[in-house]
Every structure is written in structure tokens, then in C-alpha cells.
């Protein structure tokens, strides 16, 4: 099991900060995806619309870590990077 040697405490603020993560995650894109038709329409153009929503995906993506790549990080694996 990978609790092992870890904490109740522990494995209860890692539970319960992936968690925090996982809701502002949701929370950022339900605002995101409000408001992507004013930002559309300031841009003068439905044409924009998938350039808009691609941008903000891939960025989304590749600034969001993932909670599996985060629990099977551990001290003692050098290839782990640490954000």
C-alpha cells in the first residue's frame, strides 16, 4: 500500500489538499467557461471562438498537475521534479 510509513495526519492533508486543488481546478474553469463569450465577443468574431478555447486548454493542461503524478512522487526518486 503506499501509505506505508506515512501519517494519518499525513495522508489526511494529502487527501485533503489534493482535494482543495481538484475544486479550484473545477472552479477556474467554470469561470473560464462563463466568461469565453465576452472575451469571443471583444475579439469581434465567433471565428476566434476555437483559437480562444484551444488556448485556454492547452494552457490550462500544461499548467495543471495531475494528482496521480503527484502521489507517486516520492523523496527518494531523483526523476521527480518538484514544482
Sequence with gaps: MITQGLSRRRVILATAGTMLALLL???????VGTAIPRIVADLNGLDR?????????????????????SATCSAASPSCSRA
Design 25 to 31: 481546478a473545477a472552479l477556474d474553469q467554470t469561470i
Design 49 to 69: 471562438l476555437a483559437w480562444v478555447t484551444t488556448a485556454y486548454l492547452v494552457t490550462s493542461t500544461t499548467m495543471t498537475r495531475s494528482p496521480a503524478s
